[in-house]
T-cell receptor
Framework: AQSVSQHNHHVILSEAASLELGCNYS??????LFWYVQYPGQHLQLLLK??????LVKGIKGFEAEFIKSKFSFNLRKPSVQWSDTAEYFC???????????????FGKGTKLSVIP | NAGVMQNPRHLVRRRGQEARLRCSPM?????VYWYRQLPEEGLKFMVY????????ESGMPKERFSAEFPKEGPSILRIQQVVRGDSAAYFC??????????FGQGTRLTVV
């Protein structure tokens, strides 16, 4: 079965620091890739997604992610974080073409980001 | 356009009782997904439904759990005879087509 690994459980940064959150998946076929964010007390929101085309994807709030197929990675980046980016970030994968199961998302365990003012 | 609405937000049940979690998808969305999040874990897929059909229930426990998405009304996730291990956050998501999903705020179930 496919799996998604997020390397960092908790990341603490000062404002204006650069951010990179790692995400690797274990599936060799065609995938859709997502990053979701969950602010405290709120629902999951889609930050960005990759379906095909340019492997560098830009999302909302200054976030971007790069799909590197050879490394099975989809790392999330932001050049300068703000206190308001404090949240939990989830990487997710959807496998294409695997029948009924292809509509489900497989999530990583999440990375909690704390930004210190 | 209201987002995905889940209710209740918090639900407390005693062991052995039934829990009913409701999810109203976004307008125009006919695909509904249920996920469960245990403490310190990521979201785990439970079931995928379209109107009146269960498409994929590979993530549902074999006993006590059931889901439906009737022609009219919200999708319901039903847990019978709840046990402490059922305590979790249950998230619903909807989409107009496969894969790109919008999530609700979740229902936090506590079994005491």
């Amino acid at each position: 079965a496919q799996s998604v690994s997020q390397h960092n459980h908790h990341v603490i940064l000062s404002e204006a620091a650069s951010l990179e959150l790692g995400c690797n998946y274990s599936y060799g076929g065609t995938v859709n890739l997502f990053w979701y964010v969950q602010y405290p007390g709120q629902h999951l929101q889609l930050l960005l997604k990759y379906f095909s085309g340019d492997p560098l994807v830009k999302g909302i709030k200054g976030f971007e992610a790069e799909f590197i197929k050879s490394k099975f990675s989809f790392n999330l980046r932001k050049p300068s974080v703000q206190w308001s980016d404090t949240a939990e970030y989830f990487c997710a994968v959807n496998i294409l073409g695997s029948g009924a199961g292809s509509y489900q998302l497989t999530f990583g365990k999440g990375t909690k980001l704390s930004v210190i003012p | 356009n209201a987002g995905v609405m889940q209710n209740p937000r918090h639900l407390v049940r005693r062991r052995g009782q039934e829990a009913r979690l409701r999810c109203s998808p976004m307008k125009g969305h006919s695909h509904v997904y249920w996920y469960r999040q245990l403490p310190e874990e990521g979201l785990k897929f439970m079931v995928y439904l379209q109107k009146e059909n269960i498409i994929d229930e590979s993530g549902m426990p074999k006993e006590r759990f059931s889901a439906e998405f009737p022609k009219e009304g919200p999708s319901i996730l039903r847990i019978q005879q709840v046990v402490r291990g059922d305590s979790a956050a249950y998230f619903c998501a909807s989409s107009p087509r496969a894969s790109e999903a919008f999530f609700g705020q979740g229902t936090r179930l506590t079994v005491v």
